[in-house]
Structures are given as C-alpha cells and as structure tokens.
C-alpha cells in the first residue's frame, strides 16, 4: 500500500458476518475443558514447590493428630475406668496421658501453622501469576471473540471470580486433601490395631453416612449453581438499567427495569427454597444415618467388650479412629470438587470493516489484506498496529486522567509532547482550564467530558502516536465547526506522508483525499476521485451523495458550493463481504486513578465511602421488619433450630453413658443399658430429619423473601436517585450492580442462616451446661471457665481471617477493575498496542494482595495452630482434675467422663457460633452499604406525590438567570445567569463549541440535574414543582450517544411506549428510517442489538434511538445531535422526518451540524456558558459579522 492519503464514503447496507466469530466459539469451547490436576500448579515455581511441600509435610502431621489423640484418650479412660479401686494408679495413668495431650497439641500447633501459612501463600502467589497469563491471553484474542463469546463482565468474573476457584483449590484444598488423606491413613491404622472387629464394623457403616452426605453436597451444589446462574440474568438486567440510567429516567422506565428485574429474580427465589429444603433434608438424613449407624457399632462394642475380646478404651479407640478415618476419606474426596472447579477455568454498509479488516480485528472469509503486498496475515500482529493510529466514530476513554488516555498512543512520551499533541488536535485549550488540567479524571467511560471533548482526547492520542499509517472512523463526526476545522486542518497535516483511510459521512471531512471509494451493501461501487466520480453525473453513487448534503447547505447557503476533495489509494483486494461490528462499550467494569507524582497511576480508594452511609441504628430490627410476611416462617425455623440444638447434647450424654457402660462389672446391667442407648440414638436419628427440615427449609424462605425484598428496594432506591449521583466515582454502574448482587446476599446469611446455626448453638450449650452442672458442677466450672481461652484463640483466628480478606479483596476488586476496562475498550487497546499497558498496570495492582496474603497467612497460621495447642491443653487439664475429684473422692469416674464429653462436644458448637463472626461483621457491613442506598434522600424526587402531576403540556419553556455546575466537578461553573425561552410548538436550535453547555440545557429540562440557582419553567410552572415522572412522559430524548438495551430491535424501539402494538413499532421505524435495513435482517425486528447495541452500527443504533422517541409522541421533542451518526442520504430522509415529527410540538436541538437546523425557528448560539447570538435563521445570517455566520462561513469553507 502506497504513502497516499485515502478515503471511503458510502452508504448504509445490509452487513454479514465475518468467520472470526466461529473461530472464537471454538475457543471459547476450548476454554470450558478441564485440564489435568497437575496443570493446577503450572505457574509455580520453585519457591512455590519449596511452600507446597511444607505445607504437605504439615498436613500430614495434622492430620494425622486426630486419631493420635484417640489412641491416647483411649489409653486414658482405661486408666480412669479400670483403676477405680486403685485410686492412686489412677491418678498417675491419666496424668501421663494428660501431659502426652500437651504434647501432642505442641505437634499439632506446629504442623497446623506450616499446612495454613504455607498453602494459602503459595496459592495466592500461583493464582496471581495466573491472573496475568490470563488477562494477557484475553488481551491477545482478536476482537471477533469480544463481539460474540465475551462479554466484559464475563471476563471479568473469570479474572476475579474464576480465578478464586483456582486459588482455593491451591490455598486451602489441597492441603486440606492431605491432610484429611493422612486422618483416613492413621484411622484404619490405629481403629485396626486397636480391636479390628470394631473397626471393620465401623468402616463397613461408613458408605452409607458418606452416601447420604454426598447426595445431599451433590443436590445442594447443583441448586446453589442454578441459583447463581439465575441471578446473573437478574444482574444484567439491574446493570444495564444503571448504566444507562439517563435512557431509562427520560422513558420513565423505571418501572419497566424494575419489573424486569422482579421477574428475573423470581426464579432465583423459587432455587433458594429448594436448596433450603435439600439442605433440611440432606443434613436431617445424613445425620439419622449417623446416629443409627451408631447404635449398630455400640451394640456390637457391648458385645465384644461382655466376651472379652476388647476393652472400653480399645473399644472407643477402634470405633472413633475407624470412624472419623473413614469419614475423612469423604471429606478427602470433597475437596476434589473444588479441583474440578479450578480447572474450568451509510451506516452499516461495511465502511467499519474495512478499518476492522486493516486492523485485523477480523479476517476475512475469502481474499486478502495487502500491505505493500503482503498478506497482513503473515506480519506480525503488534509490529502492524505498532504501524497504524486509529480513530473511533465512538471514542473510548479509560476511566483514568486526560493524561494517562493521551499516554495510550505513547506511553514513554514527555508532557511537552503530550501538550504539543493535545494541542494539535485543538484539546490543550480546554484541558487548560480544567482545575486540575492534564490530570482531570475523565469519568466511567468519558461521562465527565463532552462527546467533542472526547473525540479531541481519541484524535491526540493517535497523534502522539505519530503513525505510518492513519485509520480515521468518522475521527470529527462530534464536533463542532469551529474545532472540525482547526482538528480537520491537524489532520491534514498529520496526513502528509501516511497512508490515510478516511470512513466518512460528512463528505467536507474527505475534500482533500487522493481517491474514494463508495460501499454500499458490503460492496464497491465505485472507487475513482472527486472529479472521475462527479463525472458520472446523476447516475453515480457519490455524484448522489453530494447532491444530498449540497441540498441541506443551500438551504442555508444561498449558492451550490463547488467542492474539492482529495482522496485516496484503497487496495479493493478486500473480500467484498464483510461485517459491520462496531466497537459499542460492552458492559464493563470502571475506577478511578490519579497520577502521582511520579507519573505512576494510582487507583482511588473507596475504602472511605462506608462511611458516608453509617448503618442506622437498629438495623437488625428494620431488617427483621423487612422480614415482618415471613414471620410465622422465622417462628417454625426458630423452633427447628431449639430442636436440632437438643441433638448434639442427647449425642453426647449418651456416648458418655456407653463409655460408663462399658466398665460395668454385671454383663447382664451392660446389655439392658446396651439396648436403652442403643434405641435412644435410633430415636434421635429419625427426630434428626424432622428437625433440619423445620430449620432449614423455613429459615431459607425467611431469608430468600428477604433477599428479594431487599434486592428489588434497592433497585428502586437505586433508580429513584438523580442523574447526579450516578456521576460521582463510587457510584459506576459496575460497582453499584455488584451491591445489588453481593450485600442482599450477605444480609441473607447474616439474618437467616445465621440465626438458625445460633439459635441451634446456643440451645446445645445451654442444655449441655445445663446437664453439666447437675452431674458434676465442679467440672462444669472448670470446662467453663477454659471457655474463654478456646473462644478467644478461634476468635482471633477467625478475625484476622476476615481483616486480611476483607482487605486483599479490596485490592482484587482493583485489579478486576483494571482487567475490565481493558477488554471493554479492547478496540483500542489492540490498536494501539496497549496489551502490555494493561498488563502492567493490572500486575502493580496484584501487588497489595500478594504482601497482604503473606501477612494473612502468617498470621492464621499461627493463630489456628494456639487455638488447637489451647484445645488439647484444655481437654489434659480437665480431666487430670476430674482424676484428682475421684482420688479425693469428690465425683466417680461416671459422673466425670459424661460431663467431660458432653461439654467437649459442645465446645464445638461454641466454636462454630464464634467462627461465624466475621461473616455477621461482613453482613453488618452489607447492610450499612444496604441502608446507604435506602436511605439516602434523592436530590430530585422522581415521584413526589405531593407535586403537581402533568396531564397536558403546551410546551413553554423558559431557563431564568441559571447558574450551574455539575454535581462531580462543582469548581467549574457552566452556566451563570443563563436565559433561553421557547415558545410551545417552536423549534429553538443550540449551537457552539464542544463543551459550551448546549447538552447541559437538555439535561436541565429533563431534570437531570437541578440549577444552582434561577429555575426551569414548563408552561409557566417550575419543574421542580411538577411531578418529574410524569413530565417526563411528554418529553422525548435523543442522545448523541444513543444507548439501547440488550433486547430484539422491536423491544427497544416499544421501549418509548407502554402497551405499543407491533404495528405502531413499525409505523415509528419508517418514519425514522429504520424499517428499511431491519426488513433486510434474518430475523427482522426479533434481532438481538447485543450488549449496548455492539450488533449494530452507530447510524443504525442512532435511527432505533430516534424511532424510539418517534413512538412516545411526546409534546416536547429533545434533540442531541440526533443525525450525527448518519450518512448524508440517511440524514436527509431522516431530517425529513424529524422536521415532520417537530411541527406542533416545542423542540430542542443541539447541533454541531448546521445543516440539520435549517428548519428551526430560533436558533441560540452559546459560548462559554452564555447565549451569545439568538434569532432566526435569517436574522442571524443578515450580521456577517456574527458568531452564527462565522460558523455557517465555516462550514460552508469547510464543504467548498
């Protein structure tokens, strides 16, 4: 491809798909395999193997532990049991095996320490190095794969979330696999030595409890996977809704959203009380299983001990090893499902394409892309983007500073550079006088800015970038007459030497280009330069064009214009069929930096912004209020929870009177109590299904009615806020959604869940101290009085766990952010080779986890290995002093050993209740965030009842000596003592620079936003007074970016009305022109737009976003730069249109172009804020010396 300067000015068609589509399925399909387990540990290295095989090495030695201390306690209750007449033996025999439990907790505190310090390191450090190979590997797939497997969320989710199963696979299951690997091992070596009889019984039991517990994880698992899936529709949903709160608020969809969203959700309410119930059911079974699985191996256990074969203590010995070994072997095993998880790891014509096609976003289907012929498949891909700049017809901003989005083109360039290209592209004037100038951050997508503000940014960019080659789509479209002749005249400039292809609607823009070509339905029509195309007369394609846009100038201009372009070299070895996928922002999820002073970019913490939404006082009785129609619920699951509480302490009671049983001298008594026991566990197990039933299928419609409840007010609450409060940096569409699906799921197991296993806790501990203190009040004080040591080392534990956590997913969520801008803006990413940039910026932010995770680790570590040198310590000196009771005579051996197991058995209870700390903070914290958007007051009440409702507008409209200045950049004021008044049923026109205030005036009439000061008049009446809901019914709104749903074509368009019929949907896509390229599509108006529209080009996007509000009929019609995205034939047809639309209605539009304002009755033309020229067309055209007739000249040269 030659140096030359190029063009393609074309009109819309219809599009057809490119194969990269497939080829990324295929990928994706790839992608959802599972590797082999050892692939898990592909990004270790050899520090990472030296941490694995500690941590492996401590796992074993815990594990091994457990059936140690059964083998010692074993010993210890024949020493206690059979030495009750030798009362100094005794003392002696359960001293030394009390002291060996010292030991044994010293071993297991070391061993504990080294299997959580080292595994949770090393996984953090695996895990993050596989988050970059990860992000990289998505950078690196061609754009194909964004537009039709990946979403940015998805990518997203697969960095944060996805990636969290790799890490708990390698942070806590493996170890945790060995370590259970090892209990199983030492248990049948102990249970066998020990009385193999008794240990082969209790294996034999083991398949039917680990049966019951798998099918119950089986069931569970599945139900939790359908209910998250579920709501992950419900979440698109509610995302969508908030990001394009603006189309939703001027529709008044609001309703519609929440509708949406109810019914979405109503699907993941009807999973949550099925798990509910399966949960009952599956630990109720299990359970009953257990107990009776029990009572089977005691009744044998009496009678080998009645025959001599074995003792109590073997007896006991053989049955827990054998037992807890088995089960360990399940647990073992369960630990492999986190393994599998961690292993799945004119508009529309094709004029876009043919800059895809150069980029190779795409390969085409058939034919070549030639470069100084070679076929740009065989160049290296970064060295060929390296070689081109691209503008967007979109522009794609990061949400980080001015600065940082110009540094894309060249990332080591000085600020003299940055400034000199800024300059250039006629951006350095107003970045000047921004407060905080270069590093001014630029919002969620660029909101902060104008769309000329943005293009100017996008067009600097390339600049700096100083390229060989120049792909310009639609590079001015945005902007004003003023800045597209000063940004044009740069361009011209940055053109000189470079082959240059130029996507054009607005023919003034290509005057200069050495050869044009005019596509039409994915073709090449006509290819030739100005004059060989004008040449062919009427008959000619382009000669057609330019008869369009010379109509719309002379009605403005009084003379045809004779027009000069230049144009361009374009290899036609292009495939003729092509795919028009423009770059639209997929969903995606944003922050915000700053630069320091050392130009590192740093991200903005949210941390503080808790604080600004304190959680009421009482919060726990407003949330049981929430609760208040699932009260009668709450009451059975409370009762369900006292009943399962009563069940751990029978448990224990009667395993400590079989351990009495088994040291009776009369064989006859043994058998008899034997029997008792043996029915009483049979009782238990049956009165066990009942009881989980009652407490978790109730306690799950509790908290699933809440969770909804909850979800749906702060959706409402959410979309009830003014448009302001969606502008400022905590407050982005991503994060916001996140709250939606994250804190009501919090709140649920805060309340609900957590209720249930405290109501259950606390009932086992009172009932076992209960029974404790009546047996042996001495040892119950005792146990009572180690309780606090116990609690306060898991509590410990447990807190640091949940400090570090919270902490480092602070940090994650930052880097997720990171990941997320990248693919959503991945068109320009790829162009400007900015996947290293990415990269880098993605790894300083896995930084903070990786120094956290460290500490954390440590820390934990240390903390559970005290916690069980505390338990085993506890437990020696318990029953070395309930020795000393029986020697003294002050108890019996019965009276201490049931107290002992009753109370140990209940430590549990006490330590799972005081583990569930951190989440209750964690839902504490859920629900200040939760109360924060329920209370807050909106600044502009959507529906105020007390306000006077609109049933009828004239359409007057006056803005009186208005001050504004935008919520998030309150220190630059926009407007000051601003005033406009349009008549009802006129059209009032703005024009000006980017940046003027023409779309703030829009906003202020539909009530985005409130005036400082002054006041907004509708027929007289201060909107602030009138009920903005229903006003809002009689304005309609065309946006400059136009925003449309992930729904069918016929969905977005009914959206402008309640109620409309198919047909009225079509009446209104004639009028807007859009029938004519939908009739053309396989599935007509049921085609799906994509996420933001991304199906679909910006002329087509912008003409369903007109026959949107064409459908809503409104009484004022709000215009801005609604044709910017069309061709000039489009834009004629559709002007044709909107001028019929305007006739009888007050309208308001904002234009760059003037052409579309030749109809208008008034035309306003604003600088700086203020109305500097207003009247009509004619007026304003008779002062030569004028703002409007500069502008109109300029145009007009601009075209000649």
Same mark, same amino acid.
């Given at each position: =491809?030659?140096?030359?300067?190029?063009?393609?000015?074309?009109?819309?068609?219809?599009?057809?798909? *490119?194969?990269?589509?497939?080829?990324?399925?295929?990928?994706?399909?790839?992608?959802?395999?599972?590797?082999?387990?050892?692939?898990?540990?592909?990004?270790?290295?050899?520090?990472?193997?030296?941490?694995?095989?500690?941590?492996?090495?401590? !796992?074993?030695?815990?594990?091994?532990?457990?059936?140690?201390?059964?083998?010692?306690?074993?010993?210890?209750?024949?020493?206690?049991?059979?030495?009750?007449?030798?009362?100094?033996?005794?003392?002696?025999?359960?001293?030394?095996?009390?002291?060996?439990? $010292?030991?044994?907790?010293?071993?297991?505190?070391?061993?504990?320490?080294?299997?959580?310090? %080292?595994?949770?390191?090393?996984?953090?450090?695996?895990?993050?190095?596989?988050?970059?190979?990860?992000?990289? @590997?998505?950078?690196?797939?061609?754009?194909?794969?964004?537009?039709?497997?990946?979403?940015?969320?998805?990518?997203?989710?697969?960095?944060?979330?996805?990636?969290?199963?790799?890490?708990?696979?390698?942070?806590?299951?493996?170890?945790?696999?060995?370590?259970?690997?090892?209990?199983?091992?030492?248990?049948?070596?102990?249970?066998?030595?020990?009385?193999?009889?008794?240990?082969?019984?209790?294996?034999?039991?083991?398949?039917?409890?680990?049966?019951?517990?798998?099918?119950?994880?089986?069931?569970?698992?599945?139900?939790?996977?359908?209910?998250?899936?579920?709501?992950?529709?419900?979440?698109?949903?509610?995302?969508?809704?908030?990001?394009?709160?603006?189309?939703?608020?001027?529709?008044?969809?609001?309703?519609?959203?929440?509708?949406?969203?109810?019914?979405?959700?109503?699907?993941?309410?009807?999973?949550?009380?099925?798990?509910?119930?399966?949960?009952?059911?599956?630990?109720?079974?299990?359970?009953?299983?257990? %107990? =009776?699985?029990?009572?089977?191996?005691?009744?044998?256990?009496?009678?080998?001990?009645?025959?001599?074969?074995?003792?109590?203590?073997?007896?006991?010995?053989?049955?827990?090893?054998?037992?807890?070994?088995?089960?360990?072997?399940?647990?073992?095993?369960?630990?492999?499902?986190?393994?599998?998880?961690?292993? #799945?790891?004119?508009?529309?014509?094709?004029?876009?394409?043919?800059?895809?096609?150069?980029?190779?976003?795409?390969?085409?289907?058939?034919?070549?892309?030639?470069?100084?012929?070679?076929?740009?498949?065989?160049?290296?891909?970064?060295?060929?983007?390296?070689?081109?700049?691209?503008?967007?017809?979109?522009?794609?901003?990061?949400?980080?500073?001015?600065?940082?989005?110009?540094?894309?083109?060249?990332?080591?360039?000085?600020?003299?550079?940055?400034?000199?290209?800024?300059?250039?592209?006629?951006?350095?004037?107003?970045?000047?006088?921004?407060?905080?100038?270069?590093?001014?951050?630029?919002?969620?997508?660029?909101?902060?800015?104008?769309?000329?503000?943005?293009?100017?940014?996008?067009?600097?960019?390339?600049?700096?970038?100083?390229?060989?080659?120049?792909?310009?789509?639609?590079?001015?479209?945005?902007?004003?007459?003023?800045?597209?002749?000063?940004?044009?005249?740069?361009?011209?400039?940055?053109?000189?030497?470079?082959?240059?292809?130029?996507?054009?609607?607005?023919?003034?823009?290509?005057?200069?280009?050495?050869?044009?070509?005019?596509?039409?339905?994915?073709? *090449?029509?006509?290819?030739?330069?100005?004059?060989?195309?004008?040449?062919?007369?009427?008959?000619?394609?382009?000669?057609?064009?330019?008869?369009?846009?010379?109509?719309?100038?002379?009605?403005?201009?009084?003379?045809?214009?004779?027009?000069?372009?230049?144009?361009?070299?374009?290899?036609?070895?292009?495939?003729?069929?092509?795919?028009?996928?423009?770059?639209?922002?997929?969903?995606?999820?944003?922050?915000?930096?700053?630069?320091?002073?050392?130009?590192?970019?740093?991200? #903005?913490?949210?941390?503080?912004?808790?604080?600004?939404?304190?959680?009421?006082?009482?919060?726990?009785?407003?949330?049981?209020?929430?609760?208040?129609?699932?009260?009668?619920?709450?009451?059975?699951? !409370?009762?369900?929870?006292?009943?399962?509480?009563?069940?751990?302490?029978?448990?224990?009671?009667?395993?400590?009177?079989?351990?009495?049983?088994?040291?009776?001298?009369?064989?006859?008594?043994?058998?008899?109590?034997?029997?008792?026991?043996?029915?009483?566990?049979?009782?238990?197990?049956?009165?066990?299904?009942?009881?989980?039933?009652?407490?978790?299928?109730?306690?799950?419609?509790?908290?699933?009615?809440?969770?909804?409840?909850?979800?749906?007010?702060?959706?409402?609450?959410?979309?009830?806020?003014?448009?302001?409060?969606?502008?400022?940096?905590?407050?982005?569409?991503?994060?916001?959604?996140?709250?939606?699906?994250?804190?009501?799921?919090?709140?649920?197991?805060?309340?609900?869940?957590?209720?249930?296993?405290?109501?259950?806790? =606390?009932?086992?501990?009172?009932?076992?101290?209960?029974?404790?203190?009546?047996?042996?009040?001495?040892?119950?004080?005792?146990?009572?009085?180690?309780?606090?040591?116990?609690?306060?080392?898991?509590?410990?534990?447990?807190?640091?766990?949940?400090?570090?956590?919270?902490?480092?997913?602070?940090?994650?969520?930052?880097?997720?952010?990171? @990941?997320?801008?990248?693919?959503?803006? #991945?068109?320009?990413?790829?162009?400007?080779?900015?996947?290293?940039?990415?990269?880098?910026?993605?790894?300083?932010?896995?930084?903070?986890?990786?120094?956290?995770?460290?500490?954390?680790?440590?820390?934990?570590?240390?903390?559970?290995?005290?916690?069980?040198? %505390?338990?085993?310590?506890?437990?020696?000196?318990?029953?070395?002093?309930?020795?000393?009771? $029986?020697?003294?005579?002050?108890?019996?051996?019965?009276?201490?050993?049931? *107290?002992?197991?009753?109370?140990?058995?209940?430590?549990?209870?006490?330590?799972?209740?005081?583990?569930?700390?951190?989440?209750?903070?964690?839902?504490?914290?859920?629900?200040?965030?939760?109360?924060?958007?329920?209370?807050?007051?909106?600044?502009?009440?959507?529906?105020?009842?007390?306000?006077?409702?609109?049933?009828?507008?004239?359409?007057?409209?006056?803005?009186?000596?208005?001050?504004?200045?935008?919520?998030?950049?309150?220190?630059?004021?926009?407007?000051?003592?601003?005033?406009?008044?349009?008549?009802?049923?006129?059209?009032?026109?703005?024009?000006?620079?980017?940046?003027?205030?023409?779309?703030? $005036?829009?906003?202020?009439?539909?009530?985005?936003?409130?005036?400082?000061?002054?006041?907004?008049? #509708?027929?007289?009446?201060?909107?602030?007074?009138?009920?903005?809901?229903?006003?809002?019914?009689?304005?309609?709104?065309?946006?400059?970016?136009?925003?449309?749903?992930?729904?069918?074509?016929?969905?977005?368009?009914?959206?402008?009305?309640?109620?409309?019929?198919?047909?009225? *949907?079509?009446?209104?896509?004639?009028?807007?022109?859009?029938?004519?390229?939908?009739?053309?599509?396989?599935?007509?108006?049921?085609?799906?737009?994509?996420?933001?529209?991304?199906?679909?080009?910006?002329?087509?996007?912008?003409?369903?976003?007109?026959?949107?509000?064409?459908?809503?009929?409104?009484?004022?019609?709000?215009?801005?730069?609604?044709?910017?995205?069309?061709?000039?034939?489009?834009? %004629?047809?559709?002007?044709?249109?909107?001028?019929?639309?305007?006739?009888?209605?007050?309208?308001?539009?904002?234009?760059?172009?003037?052409?579309?304002?030749?109809?208008?009755?008034?035309?306003?033309?604003?600088?700086?804020?203020?109305?500097?020229?207003?009247?009509?067309?004619?007026?304003?055209?008779?002062?030569?010396?004028?703002?409007?007739?500069?502008?109109?000249?300029?145009?007009?040269?601009?075209?000649?």
């Amino acid at each position: =491809m030659a140096d030359s300067a190029s063009a393609a000015a074309v009109a819309d068609g219809k599009a057809e798909r *490119v194969a990269n589509g497939d080829a990324a399925g295929e990928g994706k399909r790839r992608v959802d395999q599972a590797v082999a387990f050892h692939e898990l540990f592909t990004f270790a290295d050899s520090w990472d193997l030296v941490l694995m095989a500690a941590g492996s090495l401590g !796992a074993l030695a815990h594990g091994a532990a457990m059936p140690l201390f059964f083998l010692l306690f074993g010993d210890l209750i024949n020493g206690f049991g059979k030495n009750q007449t030798d009362l100094r033996t005794m003392t002696d025999e359960v001293s030394k095996y009390a002291l060996y439990f $010292v030991y044994l907790g010293l071993v297991v505190c070391a061993s504990s320490y080294a299997e959580i310090a %080292c595994w949770m390191y090393t996984g953090e450090r695996q895990v993050i190095a596989l988050r970059k190979a990860y992000l990289d @590997a998505v950078l690196r797939q061609d754009v194909g794969f964004f537009d039709t497997d990946a979403r940015t969320g998805d990518i997203v989710f697969g960095v944060s979330t996805d990636t969290l199963l790799v890490q708990d696979a390698i942070g806590e299951k493996v170890g945790n696999f060995i370590h259970y690997l090892a209990t199983f091992l030492a248990g049948l070596v102990v249970g066998f030595v020990s009385a193999w009889r008794l240990a082969l019984l209790s294996v034999a039991v083991i398949p039917a409890i680990a049966f019951a517990g798998g099918l119950y994880a089986y069931t569970l698992t599945g139900l939790t996977s359908k209910s998250r899936e579920s709501y992950a529709n419900a979440g698109v949903v509610a995302e969508q809704a908030i990001a394009q709160a603006r189309t939703v608020y001027s529709f008044v969809g609001e309703s519609k959203a929440l509708n949406s969203y109810s019914e979405a959700i109503q699907n993941t309410l009807k999973l949550g009380y099925k798990a509910g119930m399966a949960k009952g059911l599956g630990i109720g079974c299990t359970y009953g299983i257990a %107990c =009776m699985s029990w009572a089977l191996v005691f009744w044998y256990a009496g009678v080998f001990i009645r025959n001599g074969q074995t003792d109590g203590g073997k007896a006991f010995t053989a049955i827990f090893s054998a037992i807890v070994g088995g089960m360990s072997l399940g647990q073992a095993f369960s630990n492999l499902g986190a393994f599998s998880k961690g292993k #799945i790891a004119g508009s529309g014509s094709g004029k876009s394409t043919v800059v895809a096609l150069i980029e190779r976003f795409y390969d085409p289907n058939e034919g070549q892309v030639l470069l100084d012929n070679v076929d740009i498949k065989t160049l290296q891909l970064r060295w060929l983007r390296d070689q081109i700049g691209l503008v967007n017809q979109e522009p794609a901003l990061f949400a980080t500073t001015i600065l940082e989005n110009i540094l894309y083109g060249k990332p080591d360039a000085t600020i003299a550079e940055v400034e000199a290209a800024a300059t250039a592209s006629n951006a350095h004037s107003f970045i000047s006088h921004l407060p905080n100038g270069y590093n001014t951050m630029v919002g969620e997508r660029g909101i902060q800015l104008s769309g000329g503000q943005k293009q100017r940014i996008a067009i600097a960019r390339a600049m700096l970038k100083n390229p060989k080659i120049l792909l310009l789509d639609e590079a001015t479209s945005a902007l004003d007459a003023d800045s597209e002749s000063i940004v044009q005249e740069a361009l011209d400039r940055l053109m000189v030497g470079r082959t240059t292809v130029v996507v054009a609607h607005r023919l003034s823009t290509i005057r200069n280009v050495n050869m044009i070509a005019v596509i039409q339905q994915g073709q *090449v029509v006509e290819t030739g330069t100005h004059d060989e195309l004008l040449a062919k007369g009427s008959t000619g394609a382009f000669a057609s064009l330019i008869r369009f846009q010379e109509m719309a100038q002379n009605r403005d201009i009084g003379g045809a214009s004779t027009r000069r372009l230049r144009s361009m070299h374009l290899t036609s070895s292009l495939s003729t069929k092509s795919l028009s996928l423009r770059s639209g922002s997929l969903r995606n999820l944003s922050y915000q930096y700053s630069t320091g002073a050392d130009g590192r970019i740093e991200m #903005i913490s949210n941390a503080d912004n808790d604080r600004k939404y304190p959680a009421p006082r009482g919060y726990f009785f407003k949330l049981l209020k929430l609760n208040a129609p699932e009260w009668p619920y709450a009451v059975l699951g !409370a009762i369900g929870s006292v009943f399962s509480g009563f069940i751990g302490p029978t448990f224990a009671i009667v395993m400590g009177e079989m351990l009495d049983v088994f040291y009776y001298r009369d064989p006859n008594e043994m058998e008899k109590k034997t029997k008792l026991y043996v029915f009483i566990y049979i009782g238990t197990g049956l009165y066990a299904v009942v009881a989980y039933l009652v407490q978790h299928y109730f306690f799950s419609i509790m908290g699933e009615n809440l969770t909804t409840r909850v979800r749906r007010m702060m959706l409402s609450a959410i979309l009830r806020n003014e448009v302001g409060w969606f502008d400022e940096e905590e407050n982005n569409s991503s994060l916001v959604s996140a709250r939606l699906a994250v804190d009501a799921a919090d709140v649920k197991s805060a309340i609900a869940e957590r209720i249930s296993v405290i109501l259950q806790n =606390m009932t086992s501990l009172m009932t076992s101290f209960v029974v404790g203190f009546i047996i042996e009040w001495r040892v119950a004080l005792l146990i009572l009085a180690t309780f606090p040591l116990l609690v306060l080392a898991n509590f410990a534990q447990q807190l640091s766990m949940k400090g570090f956590a919270g902490d480092t997913a602070k940090a994650h969520a930052k880097s997720s952010m990171v @990941a997320g801008e990248g693919v959503s803006n #991945i068109r320009t990413v790829a162009a400007f080779n900015a996947q290293n940039k990415i990269l880098s910026l993605f790894s300083h932010e896995l930084r903070v986890p990786e120094q956290q995770i460290l500490r954390r680790s440590q820390t934990s570590g240390l903390l559970f290995g005290l916690s069980q040198l %505390c338990l085993y310590s506890s437990e020696a000196l318990i029953l070395w002093y309930g020795s000393h009771l $029986v020697r003294s005579h002050g108890s019996t051996f019965s009276k201490v050993i049931k *107290v002992f197991v009753v109370l140990v058995v209940t430590a549990n209870s006490v330590a799972e209740t005081v583990s569930l700390a951190p989440e209750i903070v964690r839902g504490g914290e859920s629900i200040r965030s939760i109360f924060g958007i329920l209370n807050r007051a909106t600044r502009i009440e959507p529906d105020d009842p007390e306000s006077e409702r609109v049933t009828t507008v004239r359409g007057d409209i006056e803005l009186r000596h208005v001050d504004f200045a935008y919520p998030a950049r309150p220190d630059i004021q926009i407007f000051k003592d601003f005033n406009l008044k349009i008549q009802a049923g006129r059209s009032q026109a703005l024009v000006g620079a980017s940046g003027s205030g023409k779309s703030t $005036v829009i906003a202020l009439i539909e009530r985005f936003y409130d005036p400082t000061g002054g006041k907004v008049s #509708i027929d007289g009446k201060d909107i602030r007074r009138l009920n903005l809901k229903s006003l809002r019914l009689k304005i309609g709104l065309v946006q400059q970016e136009p925003v449309l749903f992930a729904a069918s074509i016929l969905e977005n368009i009914a959206y402008g009305k309640d109620g409309a019929t198919e047909e009225e *949907v079509i009446e209104a896509a004639k009028t807007a022109n859009v029938h004519g390229f939908v009739s053309q599509l396989p599935s007509g108006y049921k085609t799906a737009v994509g996420e933001r529209g991304v199906q679909l080009s910006g002329g087509q996007k912008q003409r369903i976003a007109i026959a949107r509000a064409v459908l809503k009929d409104p009484a004022i019609l709000l215009l801005d730069e609604a044709t910017s995205a069309l061709d000039a034939e489009s834009e %004629c047809v559709l002007q044709d249109a909107l001028e019929r639309l305007m006739k009888g209605r007050t309208t308001v539009l904002v234009a760059h172009r003037l052409s579309t304002i030749r109809g208008v009755d008034r035309i306003a033309v604003v600088q700086d804020g203020r109305i500097i020229e207003h009247g009509s067309h004619s007026d304003l055209v008779a002062r030569p010396e004028g703002a409007y007739s500069r502008l109109l000249q300029l145009q007009h040269n601009r075209a000649a």
